[in-house]
Nanobody, 126 residues
Framework: QVQLVESGGGLVQAGGSLRLSCAAS??????MGWFRQAPGKEREFVAA????????MSADSVKGRFTISRDNAKNTVYLQMNSLKPEDTAVYYC?????????????????????WGQGTQVTVSS
């Protein structure tokens, strides 16, 4: 079992930046992802990263603004969020999976991920 602990959320004005962190208690996964859930909406994919070679993928809604990265030595994944918009307001979750990176479609799905963090609130004011 692995525990995931997120940090870095908060309140920011539109156009601002935040960096989220997610520390894993130990490495028992192949890949990690970030998802978000706004009030009244389903949880949606934001970005994912391969722990093996650092390959990344991200949702079209955040491309060019959000960057996912990792620190293997610290078992930590980051989400750098720039040019934030009010529609980015949500609870952000990190998650881990053993699914292979070659199965890209699966990595977009909530049910693919085995362990989840507790979530961190990001609020973007207009």
């Amino acid at each position: 079992q692995v525990q995931l602990v997120e940090s870095g959320g908060g309140l920011v004005q539109a156009g601002g930046s935040l960096r989220l962190s997610c520390a894993a208690s130990r490495r028992t996964f192949r890949n990690m992802g970030w998802f978000r859930q706004a009030p009244g909406k389903e949880r949606e994919f934001v970005a994912a990263i391969s722990w093996t070679d650092g390959s990344t993928m991200s949702a079209d809604s955040v491309k060019g603004r959000f960057t996912i990265s990792r620190d293997n030595a610290k078992n930590t994944v980051y989400l750098q969020m720039n040019s934030l918009k009010p529609e980015d307001t949500a609870v952000y979750y990190c998650a881990s999976t053993w699914e292979r990176w070659t199965n890209a479609q699966a990595l977009l799905r909530v049910r693919t991920y085995d362990y989840w963090g507790q979530g961190t609130q990001v609020t973007v004011s207009s």
